[in-house]
């Protein structure tokens, strides 16, 4: 018998996994019984007409070059109602796979198709795994056939693809996880795309299709944690001749500025960050207010780290209060505000990776702090402002219930002078800080700290 003492994470576990698996039995059966309902009423005459008729809208759409309708035919993940019947209608009706060999017609396109089919019918049962493996051959082949195109006619249906395999990995992984097993179909995923980008990134109209597998990449990268591979696919989008960045869609433009700025952001190179994230703000849809908060985000901490204060009334619109009470402690001069906010929303900082970014402010915040002490004294005796004693500095952080002694303000105070955050030097013996008559406090316009 388990003492139960010792034992309370690995009961708290077992359950844990038993509920997961209950779960998955109850996905399980609900889809088996949806799918049973449906093929109940569904004869085998109704399944091949649909089955047929799916295969006829394929080969017309490719036909007479319709990327709009092809482009729905290839939405796997997108629910829709044609395409959960057409699921159901190759469960009753399965001998699709002959159908499609034996027509001249379809089996120009069977790879695509028969894959297809089989990755549909593996979604609609809930087995994302084995959806995933079959919807990649069919991607492969219908990169194949892109390729052979002239034209730039499918490129709708391309996006479609390389957005498909993303998501589907993306879930196939989660299944993979749940199972105790690696996830590894999002990799899968980026080699696949990497190989569409090369199939996009020459001469010719298929090229203004880069810049939206690219975005598809840094997605993946970015959900993996290899935002190091992004690299090679900026390289190609930035130093080749044969790309004008305006020729691309706004919308992808928009993206690639976002991934690039946050990657700008990481690296702690702000004048870039700021320049990326400022463009993908300035030309974002404005009824997309979520994109906006993603983008605000990153640019409100890069905006900051430059001197830049965000107005309240932004904060509101987007639902930026975890920036709140940094802002404020930016406008009073309080560390400790600073403090408090790091820490109340150090999770979402952390996943955001602005944590350090935000953490770097402080020495803002006594710039901010020294320079109220400076005001108060000039209005006092104007003639001694500019003669700081370090102790007033250290009252003022106790009334803000900072506990610092003079060692210590006299270290901060040379790290700001250092920074160029305050203009002057240090009468040591008499523990004073002597700031400069002009200009004391420059301003940082723009340039973070340091710059």
Not at 366 to 371: F, G, M, N, P, S
Request: contains cysteine; hydrophobic residues 40%; positive net charge.
């Amino acid at each position: 018998m388990r003492n139960q003492e010792t034992t309370p994470f690995g009961v708290a576990v077992e359950l844990t996994e038993r509920g997961k698996e209950q779960d998955r039995r109850r996905k399980a059966w609900r889809i088996a019984a949806e799918r049973e309902a449906a093929m109940a009423y569904l004869s085998m005459g109704e399944a091949h007409r649909r089955i047929t008729e799916y295969l006829n809208r394929f080969s017309d759409s490719v036909a007479s070059q319709d990327g709009a309708s092809l482009k729905s035919l290839l939405s796997l993940s997108s629910n829709s109602p044609n395409l959960l019947a057409l699921a159901d209608s190759l469960n009753v009706f399965q001998d699709a796979n002959r159908l499609i060999r034996q027509s001249d017609r379809y089996s120009q396109f069977g790879d695509i198709l028969v894959n297809f089919f089989r990755a549909l019918q593996c979604y609609r049962l809930g087995n994302l795994i084995d959806a995933y493996h079959a919807f990649e051959k069919s991607a492969n082949a219908f990169t194949q056939e892109f390729r052979s195109w002239d034209s730039a006619w499918a490129l709708e249906a391309l996006y479609v693809v390389a957005y498909e395999i993303r998501i589907i990995a993306e879930r196939a992984d989660r299944e993979l996880a749940s199972n105790g097993k690696s996830p590894e179909k999002l990799k899968g995923a980026g080699s696949f795309l990497m190989k569409v980008f090369g199939v996009l990134a020459g001469k010719g109209p298929k090229r203004v299709g880069a810049l939206y597998v690219t975005c598809q990449l840094f997605k993946i990268y970015f959900k993996l944690g290899t935002v190091h591979l992004c690299r090679s696919v900026i390289r190609s989008i930035e130093t080749a001749r044969i790309f004008d960045f305006e020729e691309f869609p706004k919308r992808d433009r928009v993206t690639y500025m976002y991934y690039t700025g946050r990657l700008e952001v990481f690296n702690e190179n702000f004048p870039a960050a700021d320049q990326k994230l400022s463009y993908a703000l300035m030309h974002c849809n404005p009824q997309r207010e979520a994109n906006i908060r993603m983008i605000l985000k990153y640019l409100i901490p890069v905006k900051l780290s430059m001197g830049i204060l965000p107005t309240r009334v932004l904060l509101e619109k987007y639902n930026l209060f975890e920036y709140g009470n940094v802002v404020q402690s930016l406008t009073r001069g309080d560390p400790r505000l600073l403090r408090q906010a790091l820490q109340e929303h150090e999770d979402r900082f952390l996943r955001s990776g602005v944590y350090l970014v935000l953490e770097k402010l402080e020495l803002q915040v006594y710039q901010r702090l020294v320079k109220k002490i400076y005001f108060i004294q000039r209005q006092k005796d104007p003639n001694k402002a500019h003669q700081i004693k370090l102790e007033v500095i250290v009252k003022a952080l106790q009334w803000l219930e900072v506990d610092m002694d003079v060692d210590e303000v006299e270290c901060i105070m040379a790290i700001l002078i250092n920074k160029g955050l305050v203009k002057g030097y240090f009468a040591h013996k008499s523990k004073v800080a002597v700031v400069s008559k002009q200009d004391p406090f420059p301003r940082l316009n723009g340039k973070p700290v340091g710059s």
